[in-house]
């Protein structure tokens, strides 16, 4: 039962899970928020939400969160309670004393993309004009890093080129490797309107998501494809297309590099990529992926949207590029209802990438070897910033293990528990000998901690977000935080603690700062975002009020450019001892490792994570729905209760990764993308055993 007060005021702000970034009313009595109600004049919501943002918010006041720092000289002693400026203290000679002994570049910061955009703008710098190096990474690296980097080779920007409207003009839609339904609602209700008005929905995906079968909608085309074989099933797509003639020729011509394109055609044209030639690789019937590149190179208007299906792989950049090259060869990037479309997992994941957390990249995407970017930054800064590449963060676990990295500010993500080889990051946590974890609980790497800075909430804070469009929405203070301080203020009370002299006084200071060095954040400004309610970047003099439609008469690159994406399979392979092939997803109510989710009492939670198995699976191995097994991987194994279900293939397995108790990634591999480091998640040879649970 849920005890609603009379609300006496509200405040507009977005909702802090998913990327599709809704808009709130929080109403308030007195200092109580008594609900949040979905706010109508919201761009990308319109009034609507899921149950996440509508009643997940109860976990701002759990009994579970740390309002008080705390430090300790080694991880077995217990946690000391000390004033903010006793923890910052501490912090801060520990820091200063690691870069004495163990060099400038051994220590780093972690940010997340559940901050806003000012708190990660400010923790980059904080590596950068502080500690003196590019040690600076963020957890996009284990979800959407192989975006940034595939559509940045391709069109120039690290972007989705649309904004949610543009799906009301689209014909047919391709959705790979994202659930919408259970991952992004709000975005998942527009497409299935537009759908039920006679678009066409093509599935790319080893799961029969909801969105294949459901009520009044029934996908064209769904290809159940072998986890690990996007590359295949795109580039032979897009061999349907040249080969029978179907592309936009006038598009390339005029749009992209010809000569590039005509190596590209080739590439794809040979007979090795055919559907018939790629099924007995991919598991995707050859008549069935035909028929669907002939829906997308002619059906009209064409748009791509894709989630971590498609970049958590060991090809995720490959095939990010694969599916621009896909839109560019049907003429479908530059105006509305087509276009490539990254569903953002986390709230602010594209605002986290824009502001710099990259250890190769300033704000803007600019990279740390451009001279001239550096200057801007140091004649504001008045430092000198390293132009070589900083660590990300499997990079920095590997350092720590060998020796040679022994601190870390890491501020709003669990890595222990998200990040993947559970073993190996413990390990890379232990060697350190100072790590300060800023967060709202005493999360899985707090285990490993020296110093716990409690965090804020999004309720307790001003800043922007950054959605999946490129909308950037204002968060506003609904609530006093709890620990006395914002997250930018606690970066900013570390950062002078090490000598700095940072004096903002509030958010938009910082984003002012932000407009002053970054070209697509020229013209933002807490008073344009007020007065307009929300703007999509670029937003600079030639796009003053924002750019909703990226792309249109040319690429930011200038020609678009076709990249050759040869398939490589993956290193994790099945065999007789790990016949199976593990997938993982999402569900609706559930957010992550549900740190929030779970902590939310109104509303009551599914109760575990539930294992999908094939009947066919099943039956060979005495196994009936509901029973405990064991899921067995060469990194490790857990324990979980089966659900019977044909949604997936015979040979592949599938689970959520919400409940701590599951342990995921304690059997997910180190595998990950060439080009990124982005973890293989989604594919891990398995075997499942009756158990007698955990
Ligand atoms: Fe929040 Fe995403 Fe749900 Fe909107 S769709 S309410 S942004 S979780």
């Given at each position: 039962?849920?005890?609603?007060?009379?609300?006496?005021?509200?405040?507009?702000?977005?909702?802090?899970?998913?990327?599709?970034?809704?808009?709130?009313?929080?109403?308030?009595?007195?200092?109580?928020?008594?609900?949040?109600?979905?706010y109508k004049n919201g761009k990308a919501n319109r009034g609507h939400s899921c149950v996440k943002g509508r009643f997940a918010y109860g976990y701002a006041s759990h009994s579970?969160?740390?309002?008080?720092?705390?430090?300790r000289d080694t991880i077995?002693?217990?946690?000391?309670?000390?004033?903010?400026?006793d923890a910052l203290g501490f912090a801060a000679k520990k820091m200063r004393s690691l870069q004495k002994k163990y060099g400038q570049k051994s220590i780093g910061v972690i940010t997340s993309s559940r901050c806003t955009n000012e708190e990660t703008y400010l923790v980059q710098k904080l590596a950068r004009a502080v500690f003196g190096n590019n040690n600076t990474d963020t957890c996009a690296r284990v979800c959407h890093s192989p975006t940034g980097y595939g559509l940045g080779q391709a069109f120039g920007t690290s972007a989705g080129t649309q904004d949610f409207d543009s799906v009301e003009h689209s014909d047919v839609v391709v959705v790979i490797g994202a659930n919408p339904t259970d991952g992004h609602p709000v975005f998942a209700s527009r497409l299935k309107k537009r759908l039920r008005q006679g678009a066409?929905?093509?599935?790319?995906?080893?799961?029969?998501?909801?969105?294949?079968?459901?009520?009044?909608?029934?996908?064209?085309?769904?290809?159940?494809?072998?986890?690990?074989?996007?590359?295949?099933v795109v580039t032979a797509i897009a061999h349907v297309i040249v080969t029978e003639g179907l592309m936009d020729e006038d598009y390339i011509r005029t749009r992209c590099d010809w000569d590039e394109f005509l190596d590209y055609a080739a590439f794809v044209s040979d007979s090795k990529h055919s559907p018939e030639a790629t099924t007995l690789l991919t598991g995707v019937h050859a008549g069935e992926l035909r028929a669907a590149a002939r829906l997308f190179a002619t059906g009209?208007?064409?748009?791509?949207?894709?989630?971590?299906?498609?970049?958590?792989?060991?090809?995720?950049?490959?095939?990010?590029?694969?599916?621009?090259?896909?839109?560019?060869?049907?003429?479908?990037?530059?105006?509305?209802?087509?276009?490539?479309?990254?569903?953002?997992?986390q709230n602010n994941v594209q605002g986290a990438c824009d502001m710099g957390s990259f250890p190769h990249e300033l704000p803007g995407y600019r990279h740390v070897k451009n001279s001239d970017v550096r200057d801007v930054f140091e004649s504001l800064w008045g430092v000198k910033i390293d132009p070589e590449a900083g660590l990300r963060i499997p990079n920095m676990l590997d350092a720590a293990v060998d020796g040679t990295f022994k601190g870390l500010y890491c501020q709003g993500e669990d890595i222990l528990q998200s990040d993947p080889d559970t073993?190996?990051?413990?390990?890379?946590?232990?060697?350190?000998?100072?790590?300060?974890?800023?967060?709202l609980f005493l999360n899985e790497t707090a285990n490993y901690a020296h110093v716990f800075l409690p965090g804020s909430t999004f309720l307790e804070k001003d800043g922007t977000f950054t959605n999946a469009e490129r909308r950037i929405n204002r968060v506003r203070k609904v609530m006093a935080p709890r620990n006395g301080y914002g997250d930018w203020e606690v970066t900013q009370m570390l950062a002078n603690a090490m000598g700095a002299d940072w004096t903002y006084t509030h958010p938009s200071e910082i984003m002012n700062e932000i407009a002053a060095t970054t070209p697509s954040f020229a013209h933002v400004?807490?008073?344009?975002?007020?007065?307009?309610?929300?703007?999509?970047?670029?937003?600079?003099?030639?796009?003053?009020?924002?750019?909703?439609?990226?792309?249109?008469?040319?690429?930011?690159?200038?020609?678009?450019?076709?990249?050759?994406?040869?398939?490589?399979?993956?290193?994790e392979r099945t065999g007789p001892r790990f016949p199976l092939l593990?997938?993982?997803?999402?569900?609706?109510?559930?957010?992550?490792?549900g740190a929030q989710t779970r902590r939310t009492d109104n509303v009551v939670w599914h109760d575990q994570d539930w294992l999908e198995v094939h009947p066919h699976d099943a039956e060979v191995r005495g196994i009936n729905d509901g029973d405990w097994v064991r899921l067995t991987s060469r990194a490790g194994e857990t324990s979980l209760r089966v659900k019977i279900t044909d949604r997936v293939s015979t040979g592949v397995v599938y689970t959520t990764f919400h409940h701590p108790d599951t342990q995921a990634n304690v059997i997910t591999t180190d595998y990950s993308d060439w080009a990124t480091n982005c973890p293989e998640y989604k594919v891990t040879a398995v075997q499942v055993s009756l158990s007698n649970g955990p």
């Open positions: 039962v849920i005890e609603l007060g009379t609300p006496t005021k509200s405040v507009v702000t977005t909702c802090a899970y998913c990327g599709v970034g809704c808009s709130f009313k929080a109403e308030l009595n007195g200092d109580t928020l008594v609900r949040m109600v979905p579970d969160r740390i309002t008080s720092p705390m430090i077995d002693e217990p946690w000391r309670e000390v004033s903010w400026d066409k929905l093509i599935v790319i995906d080893p799961r029969r998501i909801d969105l294949v079968k459901s009520p009044h909608i029934s996908a064209a085309h769904h290809l159940p494809l072998r986890p690990g074989t996007n590359v295949a009209g208007n064409g748009a791509i949207y894709y989630g971590l299906g498609v970049t958590e792989h060991s090809q995720g950049s490959t095939t990010v590029m694969a599916i621009a090259n896909l839109a560019m060869l049907t003429g479908n990037i530059g105006r509305e209802g087509v276009g490539v479309n990254p569903l953002r997992g073993k190996h990051v413990a390990a890379g946590l232990a060697a350190m000998e100072c790590v300060i974890v800023h967060d400004s807490y008073q344009l975002l007020d007065d307009k309610g929300s703007v999509q970047w670029p937003c600079n003099a030639e796009h003053p009020e924002g750019t909703p439609l990226m792309h249109v008469g040319g690429f930011v690159r200038g020609k678009g450019r076709f990249m050759v994406t040869e398939y490589i399979a993956t290193d593990l997938t993982t997803g999402r569900i609706l109510s559930q957010y992550n490792v």
